[in-house]
């Protein structure tokens, strides 16, 4: 039984990322009753955004402040999360399945000779165990896992777990520990980060997801797709072949060797439905499939097809989207 969770919070250009809510939930959703989740909040001026994380689920925020923590490095935020362990004493560790949470997580588990298991999409819990659920083989079978070290480290997928908002009453107790860290030098350094695609929704994370493949055929194609994924407030993804063939950069690409995309709702346009692309968005509550070839294999897992032509297709979503 889980007791005393600590959460590791990702803060990207100043804000939480939802992932960190979403972990909050899901320690809390572990936790038998009375005990304590505590959310690590690194950085170099976040302070500011405890209130949020009490207002998701934490008791306790421990709070890291190094001009070394501004910016993600590995090497940092390794060190500083052993020094938190090592004073906070959580029985587990969780982070997102992100970039970040695949970095970090199998460095300080091994370090420390810690269990890990990663990509948790749900869990089973009794008196006796806890047996963590998480996709392989490219989502084509589950595997249920336990984990028994004192720390264990978890990653949860993104948009799995639902999170949960209680605003903060007046006068309550807030638990805010500030924690001084000693970060030894460094062998990388982050001089500058040059973001892409800025203004756009954050593809892991969004909601409505409309992604394109080889049968958009070109740069201008995608021109369609994007209009409906601003209209609905989603991010624009798409198959490693449109990639491939430069209609997109490399950043969108979602699949086995791309992003892993868990939305409300997934518009495939123009992808056939390969085993590698599905693997990265499978996971969606509802995939709506737009391809002119019948019998192409996205059709099966599909919740809903759209056998034409994506030129003609798309645009009348995106009309009839307008209107309501
Ligand atoms: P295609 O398979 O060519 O399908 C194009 C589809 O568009 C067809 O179904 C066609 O009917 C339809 N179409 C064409 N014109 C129109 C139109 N006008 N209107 C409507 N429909 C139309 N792929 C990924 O996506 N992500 C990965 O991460 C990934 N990793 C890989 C890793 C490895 C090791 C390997 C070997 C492959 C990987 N692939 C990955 C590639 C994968 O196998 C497929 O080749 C790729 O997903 C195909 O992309 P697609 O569906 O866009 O293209």
Known sequence: MV???????????????????EALAFANQLMKQGGEVTAALLGSDVSGLSKELFEHGA?????????????????????????????????TVIMGHTALGKDLSPRVAMKLGAGLISDITSFEQDEQQTLFIRPIYSGKAFEKKSVSTMPSF?????????????????????????????????????????????????????????????GVKSVEGFAP????????????????AACDAGYCDYGLQIGQTGKIVTPTIYFAVGISGAIQHLAGMSQSKTIVAINKDPDAPIFEIADYGIVGDLFEVVPLLTKAFKEI
């Open 154 to 214: 978890l990653t949860i997928r993104p948009n799995n777990f639902i999170k949960q908002h209680q605003p903060l009453k007046k006068n309550r107790c807030t638990n805010i520990v500030d924690l001084k860290v000693d970060i030894k030098e460094l062998r990388t350094v982050v001089k500058e980060t040059a973001e892409k695609m800025s203004g756009q929704v954050d593809l892991s994370a969004a909601k409505i997801v409309v992604a394109g493949g080889r």
């Open 3 to 21: 007791n005393k969770p600590l959460v590791l919070v990702e803060v990207r250009n100043g804000t939480i990322r939802e992932v960190s809510f």
């Open 225 to 240: 797709l994007k209009e409906l994924a601003t209209l609905l407030g989603g991010a624009v993804g798409a198959s490693r």
């Open 59 to 91: 008791t306790k925020v421990v709070h890291v402040s190094h001009p070394h923590l501004k910016e993600y490095t590995t090497d940092a935020y390794r060190q500083a999360l052993l020094q938190i362990i090592e004073v906070e004493k959580p029985c």
